[in-house]
């Protein structure tokens, strides 16, 4: 689990893993030209590889986005010639797409971070960096992901919105996990492990809320893919990677 680590589209991303988001979903939705491109346009940095309505993702962002995603230990490093390296680079481009449309839906829903929650959670990330790694800054500690304190400042506004877009798609859509599933999960999963092996049980309240919240994650994934399917179907989105 990685804890102390950012990514604006890190929750996305394995929301999409749990539902099973296939790599060619927008592909077999929009119009992708199939055209191999010439040797000097997948060199080319500012390539658009995919539009979205008026935005658009070029290949040194999916780029940069992959370099996060290896750093934050999501994907593993990419290896093999370029073909090779093409359906993940295909994925995280899909889960920017994914990215960009709930952004999309959530600014049109109005929904919004206060100054206040923004700060906060901004002190929680400095705070987990530098327990993390305490003779590092934070701006090493940003660094490392391949984020300046711009795109930081940009993408944990994003992450908070995302998050409370993703709180009210839950709320809509009825997502509830009973106290009799979190403590089947507690009986079949913890009860009989110990804590770090030192012979003293888990204690149910220890982890009933994050067993709580696994579950609603889980069925929240299975939401994901029929919303963003929705969401493809009325934004013009193309994709030429």
């Known amino acids: 689990m990685i804890s102390t680590k950012f ?3 890190v929750l996305v991303i394995l929301l999409l893993a749990g539902a099973g988001f296939a790599a060619d979903r927008l592909r077999s939705n929009n119009d ?4 191999a491109p010439k040797a000097q346009e997948a060199t080319d940095s500012g390539r658009v590889v995919a539009t979205i309505g008026d935005e658009t ?7 940069k986005q992959v370099d996060r995603l290896v750093a934050l230990g999501a994907i593993a490093p990419l290896e093999g010639a370029a073909e090779e390296q093409l359906p993940i680079k295909q994925a995280v481009l899909n889960q920017m797409i ?3 449309l709930l952004l999309g839906d959530a600014r049109g829903k109005g929904i919004s971070v206060s100054e206040e929650d923004f700060l906060a959670k901004q002190e929680v990330v400095r705070e987990q960096a530098a327990a993390n790694d305490q003779e590092a800054s934070f701006e090493d500690f940003l660094a490392a992901q391949g984020l300046s304190p711009e795109e930081f400042r940009q993408a944990l506004h994003d ?4 998050e409370a877009y993703l709180d009210d798609v839950k709320i809509q859509h009825g997502v509830h996990v009973s106290d009799e599933a979190v403590r089947q999960i507690y009986d079949e999963e913890f009860a009989s492990k110990s804590v770090d092996g030192a012979g003293e049980s888990i204690k149910f309240e220890d982890v009933a809320v994050h067993i709580r919240a696994k579950l609603e994650e889980e069925q929240l994934a299975q939401l994901l893919p029929a919303l963003i399917d929705q969401l493809t179907e009325t934004a013009n989105v193309r994709v030429s990677l």
């Not at 992708?32 to 055209?35: C, F, H, L, N, Q």
């Not at 993702?57 to 780029?63: E, N, P, S």
């Not at 992450?159 to 995302?162: G, K, M």
């Open 57 to 63: 993702i070029t290949l040194a962002q999916l780029d």
């Open 32 to 35: 992708v030209d199939t055209e």
């Open 98 to 100: 994914a990215e960009r």
């Open 7 to 9: 990514s604006t589209i």
């Open 159 to 162: 992450q908070l919105v995302l």
